[in-house]
């Protein structure tokens, strides 16, 4: 379907998740003195695998109501595959009910594999993305879209942000 898919999916790798090959995780290692361990590194396993999981998706068309990455996507339709697919997790569909599930986290204390909600439909949490780290969040974004990487410090996102859920434990 996406020719260049597995490019896309190196390159997001690369950068958002720097280390990312030979991840250990850090009770099991580490980091030598004066080495800085990734983003990555510094979370379980299942925030790994959501992301990752996540970043497989990018490329997929948008499509209102989808919850099948063969048809498309909406926002709170890739999440719940993603978290379905990565950690067998079952979360309820819409955003709004999202928005309901697991712990309240405060902006400043995000963390990789975290809920991100935003105000795109005036109205609360009508939109959902996973945030990956350093201010980016991956999310099925609009009727002729496709899945993909967004930076949260652009005005839109700030405007509309709502808040975020952790659905996995650190």
């Given at each position: 379907?996406?020719?260049?898919?597995p490019?896309i999916?190196?390159?997001?790798?690369?950068?958002?998740?720097?280390?990312?090959?030979?991840?250990?995780?850090?009770?099991?290692?580490a980091?030598?003195?004066?080495?800085?361990?990734?983003?990555?590194?510094?979370y379980?396993?299942?925030?790994?695998?959501?992301?990752?999981?996540?970043?497989?998706?990018?490329?997929?068309?948008?499509?209102?109501?989808?919850?099948?990455?063969?048809?498309g996507?909406?926002?709170?339709?890739?999440?719940?595959?993603?978290?379905?697919?990565?950690?067998g997790?079952?979360?309820?569909?819409?955003?709004?009910?999202?928005?309901?599930?697991g712990?309240?986290?405060?902006?400043?204390?995000?963390?990789?594999?975290?809920l991100?909600?935003?105000?795109?439909?005036?109205?609360?949490f009508?939109?959902?993305?996973?945030?990956?780290?350093?201010?980016?969040?991956?999310?099925?974004p609009r009727?002729?879209?496709?899945?993909?990487?967004?930076?949260?410090?652009?005005?839109?996102?700030?405007?509309?942000?709502?808040g975020?859920?952790?659905?996995?434990?650190?």
């Open positions: 379907m996406f020719r260049h898919k490019l999916i190196l390159f997001l790798t690369i950068v958002f998740l720097p280390g990312a090959a030979g991840v250990a995780h850090p009770a099991e290692q980091p030598a003195p004066g080495e800085e361990i990734s983003f990555l590194e510094r379980t396993n299942s925030a790994q695998d959501l992301i990752l999981k996540g970043l497989e998706f990018v490329g997929i068309n948008y499509r209102r109501g989808g919850a099948n990455p063969d048809s996507l909406d926002c709170s339709g890739f999440v719940q595959v993603v978290f379905k697919d990565a950690l997790k079952l979360l309820p569909r819409t955003a709004r009910e999202q928005s309901k599930v712990e309240v986290v405060d902006k400043n204390e995000l963390k990789p594999g975290d991100v909600f935003f105000n795109t439909m005036r109205r609360a009508s939109h959902v993305g996973i945030y990956l780290g350093d201010n980016h969040f991956v999310h099925a009727a002729g879209g496709e899945i993909r990487v967004e930076d949260m410090s652009q005005g839109y996102w700030v405007k509309r942000y709502n975020a859920r952790r659905i996995v434990g650190r």
